[in-house]
Every structure is written in structure tokens, then in C-alpha cells.
């Protein structure tokens, strides 16, 4: 079974801080991670995943296959960052989520 | 990118009735995903759907409780069946996006059970 967490429910930082929002997986095969971001009122979308390993509105992940995590980072948050952040892996067919990180940016 | 509408966007209804939820994209998709979001949850798959075949369930989701259409590559609906309070969430349709892996979703259907 795949399984994904993510241990934080609310991460609150100030503005220009660094963000740090964690994820671990747990797969048996060679797993394929992504982050969706979903803003105020909007559906939900893709923000990045490993395998481009781009930079996405600032936001980075790599994929640390001996720790199974995927953290998203971004050096210095903007109020616009302010979102629910789902971790998300695909196999077996299926995408799997974990349960969101609720980020505030306080001004 | 594949443009998906879902109707109804919301609905409130009563203990014991049945709502069809419908899922339209704007291309022609083989896989098609519902899923169940709950108040403060994450989003829970409940089946996949396949043209031409019967839809694929996930632990803990039956056929006679959320039955599934996919009468043709951009078309599905989801049903909930003789409703309870319990079923109150937010029902998703989603899209693969062709070779990418990544998901396309509606804006979601959101259910209130009295």
C-alpha cells in the first residue's frame, strides 16, 4: 500500500521567512511525488513534480529516496503563498494524497 | 491541460435520497478519478472510471452506494446513494493529464446531507 504524510496541518511563517513544508511516502516501487497547491476559492492544481525538477513560483522539492521525503521549499515566503499544499504520490495506477499543510503567510 | 466542469457545484439534500453528480471534460481522456474530500480531510479516492468497463472501487467504496457512468471518453457521473450526514463533503472529478502524470481537477461538487 502507498501512504502518503504530511505531519503538519497548519504552518504559519512571516512574510520573507523561509518555508519548509514537509512530506514523507512510503512506496514499494520507484515512486513519482508531486505538490498541488490550492488557493482561496480555486480549484485544485499541479505546483511541481520531482521528475522536472524545475522551480515553480520559487518553490523547490527534491525527492531523498533514503529519508522517503519530499519537502517543498521556498527561501522567502510571499502573502501569496498562502494556501493549502497537498503532497501527492502516483503508483499502482492511482494518485494518493496526504492530508494538506494549511500555509499562512503573515504579512 | 484538460478543462473539466462538474455539475452540481453544490447541492443540499435530504436523509435517504439519491444525487447524481455529472463530470464533463473538455477532451477525451481514458482514466477518469472521483474523489471524496471530507471537512478538514484530504482528498480519498473512491473509484476510477474506465470507458467501456466497470468502474474500479477502493477499499472502503461499493458499487451500490456510489455507482459510476462512463458512457463515453469525456463523460462520467457519480452517484450517492439513500444519503446520510456522513456523506456531506466535497466530490472531485479528475484527469490524467495525457503522458504527464499529472491531475486535472473540477471545481467540485459540494454536498450537504440534513
Known amino acids: 500500500a502507498q501512504r502518503v504524510t504530511q505531519p503538519e496541518k497548519l504552518l504559519s511563517v512571516f512574510k520573507g521567512a523561509p518555508v519548509e513544508l514537509k512530506c514523507n511516502y512510503s512506496y514499494s516501487g520507484s515512486p513519482e511525488l508531486f505538490w498541488y497547491v490550492q488557493y482561496s476559492r480555486q480549484r485544485l492544481q499541479l505546483l511541481l513534480r520531482h521528475i522536472s525538477r524545475e522551480s515553480i513560483k520559487g518553490f523547490t522539492a527534491d525527492l531523498n529516496k533514503g529519508e522517503t521525503s519530499f519537502h517543498l521549499k521556498k527561501p522567502f515566503a510571499q502573502e501569496e503563498d498562502s494556501a493549502m499544499y497537498y503532497c501527492a504520490l502516483w503508483g499502482y495506477q492511482k494518485v494518493t494524497f496526504g492530508t494538506g499543510t494549511k500555509l499562512q503567510v503573515i504579512p | ?114
Open chain 2, 1 to 114: 491541460s484538460a478543462v473539466i466542469s462538474q455539475k452540481p457545484s453544490r447541492d443540499i439534500c435530504q436523509r435517504g435520497t439519491s444525487l447524481t453528480i455529472q463530470c464533463q471534460v473538455d477532451s477525451q481522456v481514458t482514466m477518469m478519478f472521483w474523489y471524496r474530500q471530507q471537512p478538514g480531510q484530504s482528498l480519498t479516492l473512491i473509484a476510477t472510471a474506465n470507458q467501456g468497463s466497470e468502474a474500479t472501487y477502493e477499499s472502503g467504496f461499493v458499487i451500490d452506494k456510489f455507482p459510476i457512468s462512463r458512457p463515453n471518453l469525456t463523460f462520467s457521473t457519480l452517484t450517492v446513494s439513500n444519503m446520510s450526514p456522513e456523506d456531506s463533503s466535497i466530490y472531485l472529478c479528475s484527469v490524467e493529464g495525457f503522458l504527464t502524470g499529472e491531475l486535472f481537477f473540477g471545481e467540485g461538487s459540494r454536498l450537504t446531507v440534513l
